[in-house]
């Protein structure tokens, strides 16, 4: 008798193959088979009319900090997902020396938007060595498998200390081949890949750039020669892709002779840049060898609200007035003082960050109930406002005000420099990308990708109004297979024999993607966005149930994953 029996469901494997109707066995955490009229199981599921897909593998997050005192790694859990890798782009905890861990959280804080006293207050550090780091993942169960990866900026921080985080030195001969006995020593360890950042995006709260943005050839190559002598690990990078810079990467990958995998996204200042690094993939895997990009469901969001880091009253005087005021006491102030609200909405803007955010208001958009992500220019806050004659600062504030202080505006910044999903639709369709970017655990208060599976299936299978679509057996492949097999996580993404039994079983029609909304649930009560999902009816991990109806079960089969895996 098998352990689980899924029953008559539309199964959709991962392989990209046509959905069947079949029943899917689970036994010891495996699954044991796939087809018609399997045997008896000691639980029976009856899947009839729900699609049944292998679980989602998010190769992009930032969990490096939650993951060690959350077990249930939300939001990626509430969507589906069943691993989780993190420790990209160049950013995380280890290694780390004791008492230098205030600048790793500088670090996170600055790039990644998460809070500093969340950090300090949340991550232990009771670890030195990346090694050490993982064995402390390891004596975690959790919802979800994790993985880390290997972050520059630590690496460099550790070897060369406070030099390590200024841009004006060079690492000597020594510590390069410091880094790289590192590297090979975390590889061999089960860190899945080694990340860089080279973007001016990046920056310390400090305001100093990420450490590894300056890092030079020989940098590069000295950690490429540890991942050799490792024979593993991905080379995963977040680049601005200016000149040279894909060639000192590849070059890197090259010697290394493991997987390149770039972020790419499209940016409104160089719209058009994204395509010719696509193109460099290509090329490099033409030569043979192996390359992909990382991208995106969907544009890259900045939420905007009263009680989100970011909105287009954030620099104003009277504003910054209210700083001391909780989020309650400023909005019922607000609520209360017709005079206040004027003064936010009339006086002119400074410069910086409000004259963008002014200069935005045509691709700014109110979220509604059900969040659109291709949202049309004639719902634009600058339209709104134009149509019923009022200023889109007014729009804007009355807007956030709407449900009691808790409405919602979307600023997308990224893919969305045309004003349509057109470009993603491309980027997602090519075959050297696999989808990445989410940055779930990352940007807490600004954005909320993590829910990009959702919108994945819902908006590219189901939802979109505005061009294409695409096949759900498309898209799960995408989420499931193309993301494991990245990684060499060859154990999972499929729902075959022998492949762990990592298994959604989804309402696709009933498939709703929430309102982004802000709790303070992190450590110290700090603030982040979340957003829920509904129709994920059940979730396993290892033949574990831990989601029923959109709920987390408190179930914790998930494990540390060390490294490529193969099926069994
Ligand atoms: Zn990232």
Not at 14 to 39: H, N, S
Not at 48 to 75: K, R, S
Not at 302 to 330: D, Y
């Amino acid at each position: 008798m098998f352990d689980l029996v899924i029953r008559n469901g539309i199964v959709i494997d991962g392989t990209g193959a046509e959905r069947r109707i079949a029943d899917v066995a689970v036994q010891e955490g495996r699954i044991a088979a796939v087809g018609p009229k399997l045997g008896a199981g000691k639980r029976e599921i009856d899947a009839a009319g729900l699609v049944v897909a292998p679980g989602f593998v998010d190769i992009h997050t930032h969990y490096d900090g939650q993951a060690t005192w959350d077990p249930f790694v939300t939001p990626s859990s509430w969507h589906g997902v069943t691993t989780t890798v993190f420790g990209n782009c160049g950013v995380g905890f280890a290694p780390v020396r004791p008492g230098a861990s205030g600048y790793l959280i500088n670090l996170m804080e600055g790039v990644e938007d998460i809070p500093g006293t969340v950090l300090s207050e949340g991550v232990k550090f009771n670890w030195e060595s990346f090694p050490d780091y993982l064995d402390a993942l390891a004596s975690m169960d959790r919802a979800v498998d994790v993985a880390a990866q290997l972050p520059h900026g630590a690496l460099r921080f550790y070897v060369m200390g406070d030099r390590g985080a200024d841009h004006a030195e060079v690492p000597t001969e020594r510590e390069i081949e410091e880094m790289a006995k590192l590297t090979e020593e975390a590889l061999r360890a089960g860190a899945m890949g080694f990340t860089t950042s080279r973007t001016t995006k990046h920056k310390a709260r400090d305001g100093r750039f990420t450490p590894s943005l300056s890092a030079r050839e020989a940098e590069l190559l000295g950690i490429a020669q540890g991942m050799k002598r490792a024979g593993r690990g991905v080379l995963q990078v977040n680049s601005d892709f200016g000149p040279g810079e894909f060639e000192a990467l590849d070059a890197a990958a090259k010697l290394a002779g493991r997987p390149l995998s770039c972020l790419l996204v499209q940016v409104d200042a160089q719209p058009k840049l994204w395509r010719e690094t696509l193109d460099q993939i290509h090329g490099v895997r033409q030569a043979g060898r192996m390359a992909n990009a990382q991208v995106g469901s969907r544009p890259i969001g900045v939420i905007m609200g009263l009680e989100t880091t970011a909105h287009p009253f954030a620099a104003h005087p009277a504003w910054l007035e209210m700083r001391q005021l909780s989020p309650v006491e400023r909005y019922q102030r607000l609520a209360a003082d017709a005079d206040l609200r004027r003064r936010l909405v009339e006086t002119p803007s400074g410069g910086g960050p409000r004259a963008f955010m002014a200069e935005s208001f045509h691709k700014m958009f109110p979220i509604g109930e059900r969040p659109d992500y291709e949202p049309d220019a004639k719902n634009s806050i600058a339209a709104i406002a134009e149509r019923s004659g009022r200023t889109p600062q007014a729009v804007a504030l009355d807007e956030m005000m709407a449900r009691d202080g808790k409405g919602l505006l979307m600023l997308p910044f990224e893919n969305y420099a045309y004003g349509s999903l057109d470009v993603v639709h491309e980027m997602i369709t090519d075959p050297a990308t696999v989808l990445g970017v989410a940055d779930g655990g990352a940007h807490v208060g600004v954005i909320c990708d993590a829910s990009s599976p959702t919108s994945l299936l819902t908006l590219w299978g189901r939802d979109r109004t505005r061009g294409p679509k695409l096949g759900l057996e498309f898209l799960i492949a995408k989420q499931t297979r193309g993301t494991a097999e990245a990684y060499g996580l060859m154990d999972r993404g499929l729902l075959a024999p022998g492949h762990k039994a990592d298994i959604n079983v989804i309402d696709f029609d009933a498939l709703t993607l929430k309102r982004p909304e802000v709790v303070y649930d992190l450590p110290a009560g700090g603030r982040r966005l979340i957003q829920r999902a509904s129709g994920y009816r059940h979730t396993f991990n290892a033949g574990v149930e831990t989601m029923q109806n959109d709920e987390l079960t408190g179930e914790r089969p998930g494990r540390l994953v060390r490294g490529a895996q193969t099926a069994a």
